[in-house]
């Protein structure tokens, strides 16, 4: 029925584990993706969109290494936003609003045209485990599969438990069952677990809704898109969402369940993202606000169904309803669904290896919400990562870890080992050192020749890539060889209410200027003529205007990135003795040996590590 063995096989077919199951076919493993129920691969349990704040810079991330996640969101969007446009580059975040139902077929599609890839249903049960070696899985009907390594992406299925109100049943999803006995596998073999909860708001009919009495809410002007390859094109229609607010009414009513809720009543006793709070949750927190946004998101080009984002909850429906009904434009709404909480096994991110590995099991990798983060994009990215993991471990090469400075998807893992996480994880700009560095803009240039060079990303990538890179460095070096008159540049200046000058000068420098734009300086015929004879496409334009406007910045950080990088080369010996350090804190002894820090760096950064715990290491290891 199976193979005698696979390279690597795939627990899950979510967002983690259908980027796990590319990457290790792509590169070439023979590879199998188990999941409960092949019809919902990649769905999009919570809300239906791809992006946003940092996770908008996770998906082109994921792209830039051949990852199929940008693509996928570009297929089948019906919105694009780059949000914080009027912010500085690092904080610019692309974000697209879904079509759910063809997100996931698109995703079907794409894995079943992939090379080295099998399928099958059925639900995992338990691991095998020999000699302190992953062997393979054992499914709930007794079959055993024989894998070389084994990725668990189980999301929010391992002894998923949902609430609404005083009512509780198993489940990993809405009308989907929990997985059970790979938790107690995991115990068994000494692993520590926790739980976790997350929630998700009502769907509702559209055609119940007044939209008139919201405020609408459009994609862009002149749209862009996430992959960087050929594949897709920027959308030429769009769907807009809209916003409308609760009221003091509807908090009032809603404080009527309160009661019945689980997450007062003890029920739940796990915690709940803190950036994505229920309702329930944030009127009792913010008692002050009298009224908080909701964003009505459609679900798809076609459907009626709608998303209200802002309004998690897991109160009892006949309350979600009779609150939902006071909010303007819901007067007459009808739901597809209420809103419910869900409590779920994970294990706690310490237990792994910067490689996604666990350090108690040979072969075994996790990734996505069993390793405590929230959201498609984080659980994404680290499937990407444990796929080439797996991969590269199966056919005896190097393993590939993105550094802080490198990748957010580096900062993401590094956090989760190095700190742990007691709430779901959810990436930020703010989480970045290094964010001038890490932009949306030029994640092809930091990433692509590492992912070409491991066998991911491919040479046509790699190329068009290397003609970005080269045409936008010409451009920038255009600026800084080329003078503008002071009859080309002052109209520019006093339209900007920016210092004439009495002199010409390098564009360079008066690009350099905050005020002045792109477009402004398109409107010289020198600038305009170069972009024109050198084919530049907006991609080039724009790389070249952040790297002429933020120039100073990002030589700063690159300077602090490489005094970071020589603490990332110093070493630590897997088997280092801590307790005989007695100069080192009773908390960082502690510590240390918990977590088994690989270099100094993250040594550093492990919380109870204090500087002066740094400085012993650096002294006992004579550096």
Same mark, same amino acid.
């Given at each position: ?99 759910? *139902? ?202 009626? $169904? ?159 890539? $290397? ?20 009859? $080309? ?31 402004? *300086? ?10 024109? $004879? ?86 006992? *290891?004579?550096?």
């Amino acid at each position: 029925m199976f193979p005698k063995e696979y390279d690597v096989i795939v627990v899950g077919a979510g967002h983690a584990g259908s980027e796990a199951a590319a990457a290790a076919a792509n590169m070439g493993s023979n590879t199998l993706l188990v999941t409960m129920n092949l019809q919902t691969i990649a769905q999009m349990s919570c809300n239906p969109a791809m992006g946003g704040i940092a996770k908008g810079q996770i998906v082109r991330e994921i792209d830039a290494m051949g990852g199929y996640s940008g693509i996928i969101s570009d297929k089948t969007a019906i919105q694009f936003k780059m949000l914080n446009k009027s912010k500085g580059p690092a904080m610019w975040s692309p974000r697209v609003q879904s079509d759910r *139902m063809r997100f996931a077929e698109t995703w079907r599609l794409k894995l079943e045209q992939t090379p080295n890839l099998d399928f099958y249903q059925e639900m995992i049960s338990g691991i095998i485990v020999e000699n302190g070696n992953i062997k393979g899985v054992r499914t709930s009907l007794g079959l055993e599969i024989r894998g070389k390594s084994v990725v668990l992406t189980n999301g929010t299925f391992l002894n998923g438990l949902i609430h609404i109100g005083e009512k509780q049943f198993g489940g990993g999803r809405a009308g989907e069952k929990a997985s059970t006995g790979i938790t107690q596998d995991l115990l068994d073999l000494g692993f520590e677990a926790g739980r976790m909860k997350t929630g998700t708001p009502p769907r509702v009919d559209g055609r119940s809704l007044d939209f008139s009495k919201m405020i609408e809410q459009p994609g862009d002007a002149i749209p862009e898109k996430f992959s960087y390859s050929d594949e897709t094109s920027p959308l030429k229609n769009q769907r807009s969402c809209h916003m409308s607010y609760t009221s003091l009414d509807v908090h009032d009513i809603l404080r009527e369940g309160f009661d019945r809720s689980p997450m007062f009543n003890g029920a739940i006793q796990s915690l709940g993202p803190r950036y994505c709070p229920s309702i329930e949750d944030k009127i009792n927190r913010f008692a002050d606000k009298d009224r908080h946004q909701l964003f009505v998101e459609p679900e798809g080009w076609d459907t009626v $169904e709608y998303y209200i984002n802002g309004f998690s909850t897991s109160l009892p429906e006949d309350i979600q309803f009779k609150a939902l009904r006071q909010v303007a434009g819901f007067e007459n709404v009808k739901f597809f669904r209420p809103g419910y909480a869900i409590e779920y096994d994970y294990f706690p991110p310490t237990q792994l290896k910067h490689t996604l590995e666990t350090k108690l099991v040979s072969g075994l990798y996790f990734a996505g919400q069993i390793n405590g983060t929230t959201g498609y994009e984080e659980a994404a990215s680290q499937g990407l990562m444990a796929g080439i993991n797996a991969h590269l471990k199966v056919h005896e090469k190097e393993s590939f870890v993105l550094q802080r400075n490198e990748a957010y998807i580096g900062v993401l893992i590094d956090d989760l080992i190095t700190k742990g996480t007691e709430e779901p994880y959810r990436m930020f700009t703010s989480r970045a050192e290094y964010r001038t560095l890490l932009r949306q803009d030029n994640a092809d240039f930091r990433l692509t020749p590492k992912a070409f060079e491991i066998g991911l990303a491919s040479e046509k990538r790699m190329r068009k890539m $290397e003609e970005k890179k080269e045409k936008s460095e010409s451009f920038v070096q255009f600026f800084k060889d080329t003078s503008a008159s002071t009859d $080309e540049i002052n109209p520019i200046f006093e339209s900007r209410e920016s210092a004439l000058v009495q002199q010409s000068d390098k564009m360079f420098k008066f690009f350099a200027r905050p005020e002045v734009t792109m477009d402004d *300086m398109r409107t010289i015929t020198a600038v305009e003529n170069f972009i024109e $004879e050198n084919y530049l496409d907006v991609e080039m334009i724009q790389q070249a205007e952040v790297q002429v406007k933020y120039s100073g910045y990002i030589e700063k950080e690159k300077n602090n990135a490489d005094k970071l990088n020589r603490l990332e080369g110093l070493k630590i010996p897997a088997s280092f003795d801590y307790s005989k350090l007695k100069s080192l804190s009773y908390e960082a002894r502690e510590k240390l040996t918990k977590i088994k820090p690989a270099t100094i760096s993250q040594a550093s950064r492990i919380s109870g590590v204090s500087p002066n715990d740094v400085s012993v290491l650096l002294v006992y *290891m004579g550096r």
